[in-house]
């Protein structure tokens, strides 16, 4: 069997973007979610079978405590961020297996998901549908992979390998030099993507390159790889039957309703 993880963070923003407005009977803006809705809907139509989807029920997580600077809900749209719990109670009532994070991100939640999944030898092969480069560090062979539904790409190991110039097991040491802007921190001055995979290539992870090549920058480098490293410990669920869609529950009908009646519109930015 396949098993189907799917980011809602990056799927609620990237149909906020996406589509026009669409508000419900009480003004509510709920395109995003309706958006994520229907692309769920497509793949169980396609004939997906096993499916869990994580969302950052708070955005904040442990790591800022470690890093001042990393990501906060701070300038995300009050209407977009106002559709989370919506898009949490609509999956619910979808059948499908929702795993809001509170004190871990949704990255978290995907990778434990995955590693959870891979563990059962009746799972051919488990897909992270996200773009997001952390979960690079999640692939293994053929059996997880990542997969960018958006631009319709899907990476296995030796397709990360291509695309960052080191394997899965040295993205979070990749990420911690070259830095990742959407999460909030910002890498070693100077290290660009192709002298890191260069660097890492010859040493391996950080403890093996040559101290002097980071210079004042080491200790902030381990400490980057560990805001890039997701946790794969957390106790998702027991057995990947807990993943199987069956059918939607009599609740989803009120939220079909309620997005079948929304009235589309155009976007009022926020002042």
């Known amino acids: 069997m396949d098993v189907y993880l799917i980011d809602g963070t ?3 923003f990237r149909h906020y973007y996406a589509l026009p407005s669409a508000t419900d009977a009480d003004g509510q803006e709920i395109a995003a979610v309706r958006g994520v809705v229907a692309s769920v809907g ?16 708070v955005i904040e997580s442990f790591r800022n405590q470690m890093w001042p600077g990393y990501k906060t809900g701070a300038g995300i749209a009050p209407d977009l961020l106002a559709q989370f ?15 809001p994070m509170v004190e871990f991100e949704a990255d ?16 051919t092969r488990v897909v992270i549908c996200t773009p997001d480069k952390d979960l690079a560090q999640c692939v293994r062979g053929t059996l997880v992979v990542q997969m960018d539904r958006r ?10 390998t291509e695309k960052f110039g080191v394997p899965p097991a040295l993205i979070a040491d990749y990420l911690a030099l070259v830095g990742d802007a959407a999460d909030g921190y910002p890498g070693v001055p100077k290290w660009g993507p192709k002298t890191t ?35 794969t410990d957390i106790p998702l669920f027991a057995s990947v039957d807990d993943l199987e869609w069956r059918a939607v529950t009599p609740d989803f009908a009120t939220f079909a ?15």
Do not use: C
Not at 42 to 57: E, F, P, Q, R
Not at 109 to 118: D, G, H, K, M, Q
């Open 10 to 12: 990056y799927e609620l």
């Open 85 to 99: 719990g919506l898009l949490e109670q609509t999956m619910v009532a979808l059948g499908i297996a929702t795993w």
């Open 42 to 57: 497509g793949l169980l139509k396609s004939g997906v079978t096993h499916i869990g989807i994580a969302t950052d029920h």
């Open 197 to 231: 995979a260069s660097v890492l290539k010859r040493y391996g992870h950080l403890e093996s390159i040559p101290p002097e090549m980071l210079g004042d920058w080491r200790d902030r480098a381990f400490l980057f790889r560990e805001l890039a490293r997701l946790r």
């Open 108 to 123: 978290d939640a995907l990778a434990s998901a995955a590693e959870i999944a891979a563990r059962d030898p009746r799972v």
């Open 151 to 160: 631009q319709r790409i899907t990476r296995d190991e030796a397709g990360v």
């Open 257 to 271: 309703a309620r997005f079948d009646a929304a009235k589309t519109g155009k976007r009022t930015k926020p002042r």
